[in-house]
């Protein structure tokens, strides 16, 4: 059974910072790595996504502020968040595709807030 471990959420100011991080167990390539987030009464949307091949997607709504990078060696995505804005707030999920099948992190909250 793989799992997602995230952390790096919590509240901050807008404008400020916070960098997300998401590690699966077990051994096996990620085909691709992932963030979405929900928002309280919203679907769930991507955020952003990067493909073995470092190939990234992201969001109109976050672009040339957030950042999706990740550790093939460590199976670890990082999202990177910058200039935050209160409607960043929400519950960030990250996620992966191994062997053709999709798992997700138990999510966790930011808040941009002042």
């Known amino acids: 059974q793989v799992q997602l471990v995230e952390s790096g959420g919590g509240l901050v100011q807008p404008g400020g910072s916070l960098r997300l991080s998401c590690t699966a167990s077990?051994?096996?390539?990620?085909?691709?790595m992932g963030w979405y987030r929900q928002a309280p009464g919203k679907q769930r949307d991507m955020v952003a996504i990067?493909?073995?091949?470092?190939?990234?997607n992201y969001a109109d709504s976050v672009k040339g502020r957030f950042t999706i990078s990740r550790n093939n060696v460590k199976n670890t995505v990082y999202l990177q968040m910058n200039s935050l804005k209160p409607e960043d707030t929400a519950v960030y999920f990250c996620?992966?595709?191994?062997?053709?099948?999709?798992?997700w992190g138990q999510g966790t909250q930011v808040t941009v807030s002042s």
């Open positions: 996620y992966i595709q191994r062997f053709g099948r999709t798992y």
């Open positions: 077990g051994s096996g390539s990620i085909y691709r």
């Open positions: 990067i493909t073995n091949g470092e190939e990234t």
